[in-house]
């Protein structure tokens, strides 16, 4: 079993899916990267004639699709590993850093020579309806 699965065989739905998105997603491509008017035009076009293609068609659209598929799956990787460290550096190291500073120590995990047993006696509930009372 691997990381990701690429697939080799999709459904005809698949490839439906794939080109119903290439109409809005081929002109939203043009648009982000300030493409002119008849570049535009044109990504739409083309767009149309994908997904036209693709509902009649399927199997025409297949390697196209697998071909795209192999492009973005090492870009998802790569762009989803960035994103884990980022938020690891935002957000979990200086939360991490400061309760350090602080002296925070939640899980009692410092050695404590001076004491004779880390042992906890486990307190009793006081009835059993105070099961039924997760809060």
């Known amino acids: 079993m691997s990381l990701v699965e690429i697939n080799w065989y999709p459904t005809p739905r698949q490839v439906r899916q794939f080109g119903l998105l290439c109409i809005a997603g081929l002109p939203a491509i043009g648009w982000a990267s300030s493409a002119s008017a008849t570049t535009l035009v044109i990504l739409a076009t083309t767009g149309m004639l994908l997904a036209a293609a693709a509902v009649v068609l399927p199997k025409l ?10 492009i973005t ?3 998802g990787l790569v762009v989803g590993e960035l994103a884990m460290l980022l938020i690891y550096t935002v957000v979990f ?3 991490g850093l400061t309760f350090r500073l602080l002296g925070r120590d939640r899980l009692e995990l410092r050695f404590n020579r001076a004491q004779a047993s880390y042992w906890k006696p486990k307190l009793q509930p006081r009835s059993v309806a105070s099961y039924y009372r997760q809060s």
């Open 61 to 70: 659209i297949a390697p196209l699709f697998i071909g795209l598929m192999l």
């Open 73 to 75: 799956v090492p870009i």
């Open 93 to 95: 190291l200086p939360i």
